[in-house]
């Protein structure tokens, strides 16, 4: 399935802060996560951007968001960080995995979908957002 058969994605809204950072991380993670990193540069390209004060409701770095995936109907919550902060275990997760990049920028009740590197398209929905915490 290719992205241009999926349906129109939501718009997303990244702060001035997040998208110079986000963007050098898809460049760096270019050669070691092409597909990931083209995820991640094609949502930033698309992304609205917004300062710090009109960011309340969406996910940004260092958000905590529950979502709901559509395949298995589970409700998941994490804290979206950068890979370097990174730990599964204790719920903080990459924004360099798939599901992380498709979190940033989204707001309660907004649906994205994507394509697994298996070719799969998923979805999920964002169910709840907490403001974003400062990085530990």
Do not use: C
Not at 29 to 56: G, M, N, S, T, V
Not at 75 to 91: R, S
């Amino acid at each position: 399935m290719s992205r241009s058969s999926l349906p129109k994605r939501p718009e997303i809204h990244v702060t001035a802060g997040d998208f110079d950072r986000l963007a050098a991380l898809a460049d760096a993670a270019a050669d070691a996560f092409p597909a990931i990193a083209d995820f991640l540069a094609d949502e930033l390209e698309r992304a609205q951007i917004i300062d710090a004060a009109a960011a309340k409701g969406v996910v940004q770095m260092h958000s905590t968001v529950s979502y709901r995936d559509a395949e298995t109907g589970d409700e998941h919550t994490v804290t979206l960080v950068y890979p370097e902060e990174a730990d599964i275990e204790a719920g903080r997760l990459s924004v360099l995995t798939p599901v992380g990049v498709a979190l940033i920028g989204l707001r309660r009740g907004q649906t994205i979908t994507w394509v697994t590197p298996s070719g799969k398209p998923r979805n999920l929905t964002v169910t709840k957002i907490e403001r974003a915490q400062a990085a530990a």
